[in-house]
T-cell receptor, first 114, second 110 residues
Framework: ETGVTQSPTHLIKTRGQQVTLRCSSQSGHNTVSWYQQALGQGPQFIFQYYREEENGRGNFPPRFSGLQFPNYSSELNVNALELDDSALYLC???WGTGSINGYTFGSGTRLTVV | GIQVEQSPPDLILQEGANSTLRCNFSDSVNNLQWFHQNPWGQLINLFYIPSGTKQNGRLSATTVATERYSLLYISSSQTTDSGVYFCAVEAFNSGYALNFGKGTSLLVTP
């Protein structure tokens, strides 16, 4: 079975621009969660998508938005980029919501905003 | 929200040494997991351990839910154990979000 794949691996954007990050979930998984990890910090929960609907959201502004597609892959969109958005963005997939079913994490997209 | 504190923040060991990493959390949890983040950024799940003790090779973990802490033991450390170890909890009132600590950065030297 394939794992979680994220693209691109690295990205440099200018403040004020918009960015789209992509995540292909592991085969058989129907839930995707997104996390932001700033340098030297633990990951912070952005939101979760289950069966194409947002199923929970962390303390992030509305300019962070997402989508989940019928094949359960997902996108994270960030508008009006700020310097503080520079971070590693991690995607995790699972079968069903809740960590009891186990999360598989991707290697992340490292976003730098200049 | 729930607070997750890990100690120590940094640890340097010589190959073959043993170590104990600690995770304290401030509220009741549905679940607790330990992860290892490799140099490429990927989080690898080590243990799903809301309570009790588990062992997997040289690694073992114990969670005492009533006292709100968990310990990760690494025995006979190897250079490949280097990386950042995270404790993450799913609180009863936080939906399905994992709340991570700041991690313990471990360096094992030859």
């Amino acid at each position: 079975e394939t794992g979680v794949t994220q693209s691109p691996t690295h990205l440099i954007k200018t403040r004020g621009q918009q960015v789209t990050l992509r995540c292909s979930s592991q085969s058989g998984h129907n839930t995707v969660s997104w996390y932001q990890q700033a340098l030297g910090q633990g990951p912070q929960f952005i939101f979760q998508y289950y069966r194409e609907e947002e199923n929970g959201r962390g303390n992030f502004p509305p300019r962070f938005s997402g989508l989940q597609f019928p094949n359960y892959s997902s996108e994270l969109n960030v508008n009006a980029l700020e310097l503080d958005d520079s971070a590693l963005y991690l995607c995790a997939s699972s079968w069903g919501t809740g960590s009891i079913n186990g999360y598989t994490f991707g290697s992340g997209t490292r976003l730098t905003v200049v | 929200g729930i607070q997750v504190e890990q100690s120590p923040p940094d640890l340097i060991l010589q190959e073959g040494a043993n170590s104990t990493l600690r995770c304290n959390f401030s509220d009741s949890v549905n679940n607790l997991q330990w992860f290892h983040q490799n140099p490429w950024g990927q989080l690898i799940n080590l243990f799903y351990i809301p309570s009790g003790t588990k062992q997997n090779g040289r690694l073992s973990a114990t969670t005492v839910a009533t006292e709100r802490y968990s310990l990760l033991y690494i025995s006979s450390s190897q250079t490949t154990d280097s990386g950042v170890y995270f404790c993450a909890v799913e609180a009863f009132n936080s939906g399905y979000a994992l709340n991570f600590g700041k991690g313990t950065s471990l360096l094992v030297t030859p």
